[in-house]
């Protein structure tokens, strides 16, 4: 039994065949839609999601499976003190498969050490995203043709932007990969990732504060939100939320070929006027979002069609 708690719990062979899948599954989904009759994933999501629970409850649908699960801790026992713990012993006699979303970093580590189903992370506090990073991969390989020898702009909350950790996780293994940090001096990547991710397997990379003075040199442009959720002072969430703010001024310093992901929800940091230019493919990325869900799925359960 396999669980994708990070990345790194794929190989880069793994990675293609699931992108592969992926993209087997957007052209030809009617093959797949009875893949998982008579399964069931379990959604388990303590923080707020819209993107990626419905996505995973979409995937298994359009595999013909069925959705169990709550999206706010609230309404489930952890309310009454229930442990990760317990509530994975008990989802295992329900689902097949689970996905799970908290605020805690390492919570769905602990899930997966007393289930009995595979358990995907979507989404531990500042940590890990595995599952958008596979989105954010098909998207960059559909529509840019490669995930080798790209220059690629990380842009906001790098601090504790758990998208942005997991996709450098999964990047550092291409090659040609260079990565430019934009963000204030307070949101800066953590030193364990510079050290122990970039520069442990000799990423060239910079940081600098002006998206104005990356974007002309960028293939990718990866905006993120300013993580209200993730501050602890009100005060400096207020002084930085605005720090970028990608508009049509600023895609006029671009590539023409760059494109624009983001991992959504978006709040001001992209301006809406964007949205019509051909390079944002953020709502694309949504879609994609979908059919890696499914392919995961099915790669989880060993599931061939
Ligand atoms: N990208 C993402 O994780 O979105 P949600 O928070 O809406 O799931």
Do not use: W
């Not at 805690?104 to 500042?126: C, M, Q, R, T, W």
Request: charged share 25%; aromatic share 6%.
């Amino acid at each position: 039994m396999r669980h994708l708690l990070n990345p790194l719990d794929l190989t880069v062979d793994e990675i293609t065949d699931i992108l592969d899948l992926a993209s087997d599954i957007e052209k030809n989904p009617d093959k797949y839609k009875e893949a998982c009759k008579g399964k069931k994933i379990a959604t388990l999501f303590y923080e707020p999601s819209t993107r990626t629970r419905l996505s995973f409850e979409t995937a298994m649908l359009n595999l013909g499976g069925n959705v169990i699960g709550f999206s706010d801790a609230s309404c489930s026992s952890a309310s009454k003190g229930e442990s990760v713990a317990d509530t994975i012993r008990l989802v295992s006699c329900y689902a097949d498969i689970c996905a799970m979303r908290h605020p805690k970093e390492g919570a769905p580590f602990v899930a997966s050490l007393h289930s009995s189903i595979p358990v995907i992370n979507a989404g531990d506090g500042g940590h890990q995203h595995p599952t958008q990073t596979l989105t954010d991969m098909m998207t960059i390989r559909s529509l840019k043709g490669r995930l080798e020898n790209l220059t690629i702009g990380l842009c906001g909350d790098l601090k504790f932007g758990r998208t942005v950790h997991s996709l450098i996780h999964a990047l550092v293994r291409y090659t040609g990969i260079k990565f430019i940090l934009i963000s204030p001096p307070e949101l800066r990547l953590p030193d364990y990732m510079k050290e122990e991710v970039l520069l442990e397997n000799n990423i060239p990379f910079e940081e600098v504060s002006s998206l104005d003075e990356a974007i002309g040199k960028l293939d990718i442009l990866y905006m993120t939100r300013v993580q209200k959720e993730r501050f602890f002072n009100e005060q400096d969430y207020i002084r930085l939320k605005d720090c970028y703010i990608l508009d049509n001024a600023k895609m006029a310093m671009a590539r023409p070929d760059m494109l624009v992901l983001h991992p959504l929800p978006r709040v001001n940091e992209i301006a809406t006027e964007v949205d019509k230019d051909p390079r944002a493919v953020y709502f694309k990325q949504v879609q994609y979002g979908v059919y890696v869900r499914m392919a995961l799925i099915l790669t989880l359960l060993e599931i061939t069609v």
